[in-house]
């Protein structure tokens, strides 16, 4: 199984661009091709925001957007709005032959 | 509009076996998609529980597979979680939702679909 790891916390002003990053220790490169990314808000369930490292779900701002590399992931948000401010959590299969999931430990995102 | 329901207990006593069921309506659990479990314990992450599919294939996290096992039942549009020899350390908000989708080559694990989640307290 893979790992995903995550900063712990990042912040940024309203109208400025950030990155949240998602590396891991897997040794399968289909791994990041196949991150998903959530937000979640305090009391609420996770929502997909990204699927397969670049995709967005329909209804999903066009601030959100992801890629991927051999050997890792990013979540980028332009355009911060006071909204965006939560959990947010990388995601990927857990590989193996097992139709699981590993998710990193999320990286808390403070509007500033 | 897929929508995910989960009912059960929420409070088990330690030892005993936390049982979940999930209601799914607006689309058949009989597809191509994976179904399953996250949970959450409190002020923490995410962690995988398990999946099931239509065929009541299951597929478990390896540090639960012990005391987990899921089934589906594709009649009544539900799949069940039951969790043995509980603790403390899995008080959590149980989530259940559609996984991912059975693709020609591989799978696309996407977890589109939420329930709002049930929060299970283990506590004599």
């Known amino acids: 199984q893979s790992a995903l790891t995550q900063p712990a916390s990042v912040s940024g002003s309203p109208g400025e661009p950030i990155i949240i990053s998602c590396t891991g220790t897997?040794?399968?490169?289909?791994?990041?091709?196949?991150v998903s990314w959530y937000q979640q808000h305090p009391g609420q369930a996770p929502k997909l925001i990204i699927y397969?490292?670049?995709k967005r779900p329909s209804g999903v701002s066009d601030r959100f957007s992801g890629s991927s590399s051999d050997d890792s992931a990013s979540l980028t948000i332009s355009g911060l709005q006071a909204e965006d401010e939560g959990q947010y959590y990388c995601?990927?299969?857990?590989?193996?032959?097992?139709?699981?999931?590993?998710f990193g430990g999320g990286t808390k995102l403070t509007v500033l | 509009q897929v929508e995910l329901q989960e009912s059960g207990p929420g409070l088990v006593k330690p030892s005993e076996t936390l049982s979940l069921t999930c209601r799914v309506s607006?689309?058949?659990?009989?597809?191509?998609?994976?179904w399953g479990w996250i949970r959450q314990p409190p002020g923490k992450g995410l962690q995988w529980i398990g999946t099931?599919?239509?065929?009541?294939?299951?597929y478990y996290n390896p540090s639960l597979k012990r005391r987990v096992t899921l089934s589906v039942d594709a009649s009544t549009n539900h799949f069940s979680l039951s969790l043995r020899s509980v603790s403390a350390a899995d008080t959590a908000t149980y989530y259940c939702?559609?996984?991912?989708?059975?693709?020609?080559?591989?799978?696309?694990?996407?977890?589109?679909?939420w329930g709002q989640g049930v929060l299970v307290t283990v506590s004599s």
């Open positions: 897997s040794s399968d490169v289909s791994t990041f091709n196949l």
């Open positions: 939702v559609r996984v991912g989708l059975q693709r020609f080559f591989d799978w696309l694990p996407a977890l589109d679909y």
């Open positions: 397969e490292a670049s």
């Open positions: 995601c990927s299969s857990a590989g193996g032959g097992t139709f699981g999931v590993v």
């Open positions: 099931v599919d239509h065929s009541d294939n299951t």
């Open positions: 607006g689309y058949p659990i009989s597809s191509s998609y994976y």
